[in-house]
């Protein structure tokens, strides 16, 4: 069989720019450790012609096609109808999804309709896959020593489906072994500068492939070989060339990685944030365990709530302006020293689209990181992007939280 898996995305609220298409990040999360990939996906409308063509070129490429979307109660979920008729069987009652239908429409004062019970509908000799958290259920069905699996396209009901049905089936299937890899994690590096880097000292070597993949704020390169022995030898070669750049070579968050640190060390943190918003504090707190560290932030858009409840100085701000490291440097020593934390962060900058001036623009962020030894600054130039600027101010400042306590 083929190494790869190919995906359908079938659905007009994906091509409308309505619906975010997730469904390719999830398969290909999920595939990874089977040792399969995914090589292609299509996204494509609800139209019954375009569906098969889209269906029949895949099969032509691989073994195994997924199909997600189109299996729920309205007229235009096609999907199962038009496979079924494709391939000349009948559709069928599934008992268990139909009783679980049942079940949740009694249970919400809702009337099993004739259209809600349609999801409960399976090609006949499918392998039916649960859906736990919806109605229709996930379809395994084999043609001609190929595979289609049909899956619903809400993303709360497909990934599960994926990890807890497809994945299984897959590692009991093919019992591939994955190729050895290795991947190392960058805050706020650009990836021309670390592929030029690594050219400069000739890697990587025959036998090694690169890959670089670059998502907000985050950089990750991932190493793979045949050899595990060649692997281990260029990922040490990495460490040596980027040394403390690397925040993990893992596949976790900065946020995580700061967390862990801190539990480990025993150390508090305290946040005050103007331009982000509470952006920061969320992605502390969005680990598992974070009230262990975290003692709290302050949002401090108004400089009345700097000087209040920060300590920031009236003068200062009539000096040097709230976006200013003067600014940022008692943010952080003010929420540090009155929640009592070891460390405190201060974050203020011009988030945009509009406050830019031609001294202070948009993208202009200082982060300051107080300890009770000292106090650095970091003066930002971002891109215009207010998400953007947002998200990677926070980035910024968990990795000079990240660099520093490497130093505890």
């Keep these: 069989m083929t190494r790869h898996v190919e995906l359908i995305s079938t659905g007009a609220e994906l091509l409308i720019g309505r619906t975010v298409n997730s469904h ?3 398969l290909a999360r999920a595939l990874h450790p089977t040792g399969l990939r995914l090589s292609r996906d299509t996204t494509i409308p609800d139209d019954p012609q375009v569906l098969l063509g889209t269906l029949k070129g895949a099969l032509e490429r691989v073994d195994v096609v997924v199909v997600t979307g189109g299996l729920g109660p309205t007229s235009d979920d096609i999907t199962r109808e038009t496979i079924a ?3 000349d069987r009948p559709l069928v009652l599934d008992r268990d999804a139909s009783e679980r239908i049942r079940q949740a429409c009694e249970k919400r004062g ?9 999801q409960a509908l399976v090609l006949e000799g499918a392998v039916v896959w649960p859906n736990l958290t919806g109605a229709a259920p996930g379809e395994l069905i084999e043609e001609n020593g190929k595979f289609i699996v049909l899956l619903p396209g809400p993303p709360r009901e497909m990934e599960p489906i994926l990890t807890q049905s497809l994945v299984p089936w897959i590692e009991q299937q093919y019992r591939l072994i994955p190729p050895p890899e290795h991947i190392f994690l960058l805050a706020g590096a650009a990836e021309g500068d670390i592929v030029t880097l690594f050219e400069k000292h000739h890697f990587p070597p025959d036998g090694i492939a690169a890959a670089y993949c670059a998502s907000a704020g985050t950089l990750e390169i ?3 070989a045949d050899s595990p022995v060649l692997l281990k030898g260029a990922a040490d070669t990495v460490r040596g060339l980027l040394g403390d750049a690397v925040f993990a070579e893992e596949r976790t968050s900065l946020e995580a990685v700061a967390g862990r640190m801190l539990a480990e060390k025993k150390l508090t943190l305290a946040t ?3 331009c982000t918003g509470g952006l920061l504090g969320s992605r502390i707190t ?3 365990g974070s009230s262990a560290y975290y003692l709290g932030g302050v949002v401090a858009y108004d400089n009345r709530i700097k000087i209040q409840l920060l300590g920031v100085s009236e003068d200062t701000l009539a000096g040097y302006g709230a976006v200013s490291p003067q600014t940022a440097k008692q943010m952080a020593e003010g929420v540090r020293q009155r929640l009592g934390a ?3 962060i201060g974050i203020t900058g011009i988030a945009g689209p509009a406050g830019g001036t031609a001294e202070k623009p948009v993208g202009l962020v200082y982060i300051a990181l107080a300890d009770d030894g000292q106090t650095k600054v970091r003066e930002c130039r971002l891109s215009s992007n207010r998400e953007f600027v947002r ?3 926070t980035q910024l400042a968990l990795d000079m939280l990240r660099l520093r306590l490497m130093q505890k």
């Design 110 to 118: 809702l009337e099993p309709s004739q259209a809600r019970m349609r």
């Design 222 to 224: 991932r190493l793979s």
């Design 24 to 26: 390719a990040h999830a």
């Design 286 to 288: 969005n680990v598992s």
């Design 391 to 393: 998200f990677m101010s």
């Design 342 to 344: 070891d460390f405190g």
């Design 272 to 274: 005050a944030e103007s």
């Design 85 to 87: 008729a494709w391939l």
